[in-house]
């Protein structure tokens, strides 16, 4: 159960605070930032988690990231944990916190506590509540990204919902962002947590909107066994159940992060195929949809394929470029601009037809070994460089 | 000796080919992109060093990259070193070749080999014959990038002079652009390449456009010993006159290069001090000056300064967050940010007058060490969208 609401923490009349309970103690796992610059709510719940004791409940704001705030930043976690914590009658140790916003800037933190105490009462209250969370959680975010499914596991009904948030220093380094899972599923901690780092690193860890791994990334899980599904405790069909649909659920928020990265005019997916290791296949797609410019070409629906070939090559992977072939492909059709290391002559008006469309794929074929791996990005616009030259204001 | 002069290989009438002969043969020494994906040029050029056999000129080009292009960018390639080598009566393989602008597009080859042979009767017609060079190797650059200077060594004068290109695919990896610097300098092979190596590590190296490390770059430098100071054949105190004098040419040309990066309105230069070794204060410097957040905070001027500390932190390097000071210093004065790990209140429109200016410097002290490093870039602007979004067409 979860409420969003607007705590006065952003300058505009915007949701800014959510808050998630768990009816009964879950099981969590976290994979967190892997940037030295770690926020204070970051710290903190690597040391509420480094117990393994279960947890009751997350509280995030936006609209202040509470890193680089020093020993104050410290202090004010713990104060929303608190809280959250006496609101409900639970302990401050059983509670995750994250923050989003703007760095270097001290917490309003008596707006926060505030705003806590009152989310607090409004939890499940409303039936939108799930999707008052994740506007809450929004930053510069120009849609909510929610997502939720229903799988059978050992006859029971597990059900499996999470929320994300962008939309800017987004770049694939364990995670990259906010997202939030919670299932009713019984597994054991640790199954959760490999399930978890699993799928993140087929999902969160494949996007990029601008290549900068954020202070406060998290993704967080929470599993409270409410389905009543005999518990996983090994790997099997039913854990391979699980895994296969929180990577979906994931996959969806990915995606949705990508699509909505700041500025945003086409979501781009970089499919490569026939790499030497799924590692490999992994390196060289983040590195094409990371790079800033197979990002501009797209935004200017220029069929500049050299760049992506570019890309490939300073990915960190060896290879020889003789045999790759590139494609670009949309609902509109698709082009072949290299075939094994050699360039085809195309069509600029089917080109441009191709990547008029809002959704790109760029097909990679390495012809190196067996692998594959996708991630995901977005254009370059000139709407990034305006929300970012002036975030702070 | 060089010419520049319009071959015909850009779409429109600008100088689009350069040569340089050197009166007798020369050592030469050469940095290339570390991409997987070298240009035909790459690749000839790394024959023609193999046998550290002496060098009598350059052919550059650009308009066009020659890079992907198969088979036929192979041929394309070699014909050009005989074009220059035939009209001047060397051997193709005494002759170096740079190609630069658009990937994956063939060579018009018959237009390049008459703007060779045309331009090898030029070399050392007008007065202006260096400028000329410096403005035919220009892409998207604004300006032509040239500077040489006179140093004594051993009783004689020697002159170094360079020219380099940028101004987009620029990322520090060995070598990042074109650059070519000849010398009359009398040094041992051996300690030529050592002496450009070393500075390339800390000019061309340390520079950071757009993140796109090229399938083209190079830097070249040519020493033919007309200078007559006794040969440099070991290390010393003409050595140290040399490397530095060198580094003097280099850092001028690197910067100039950051400077008129694609779309830039500011230059940026990151000094980081007080580092555990100079390798992280590099790495350190090159993550900061690569933020597409901070480049496009610059723009804005936007004393967004939690943003350097994100992109400190995910420069690969460990350090202790709360020992980090940070300040931005331009000519209009400075505004501290960060000490020790907190933030300070700082004044609003002291910042902006600061940010105004079109040099900033950003100073960060991590208290870890006594090494030091300076890395320069730009802001990311509209332009750099604009220029990217349709570089072909």
Redesign the interface.
Known sequence: MAAGIIAGIKKQAKKDLAVVLSDVPAHAACVFT?????AACILFNQSVLANNAPVRGLVINSGN?N?????AGVVHTRMMAEAFAQSLGVQANEVLVASTG?????MPIEIVVEGIKSAAKLIGESEACGHEAAEAIMTTDCFAKEFSLEVEIGGKVVTIGGMAKGS??I?P?MATMLGFVTTDVNISPVLLKEALQESNGRTYNMISV??????NNMVTILANGQAGNPRIDKHGADYELFTEALESVNRYLAKAIARDGEGATKLLEVFVQGAASEEDGQKLARSVV????VK??F?????????V???????G???D??KVSIEFISQAGGIS??NK???IAFDEGLALTVLKEKEIKVVVSMAEGDAQATAWGCD???D??????????
């Not at 890193?67 to 020993?71: F, H, Q």
């Not at 990371?290 to 410019?293: I, N, R």
């Not at 990034?384 to 204001?393: E, K, M, P, T, W």
């Open positions: 892997t940037n030295v610059v770690k990231a890193a680089c705030t020093g020993e703007v760095i270097g800037v001290p800017g220093m770049h380094n601008d290549g900068d791994t954020s202070t990371a790079s800033s410019l501009a070409a935004f200017g629906q220029d069929a500049n394929w050299g760049r070939l570019c890309a490939l090559g300073y990915a992977v060896k290879f470029p003789t601009l290299m290391g050699e360039p370059l616009s000139y990034y460089v305006r929300i970012n030259g002036s975030y702070r204001s």
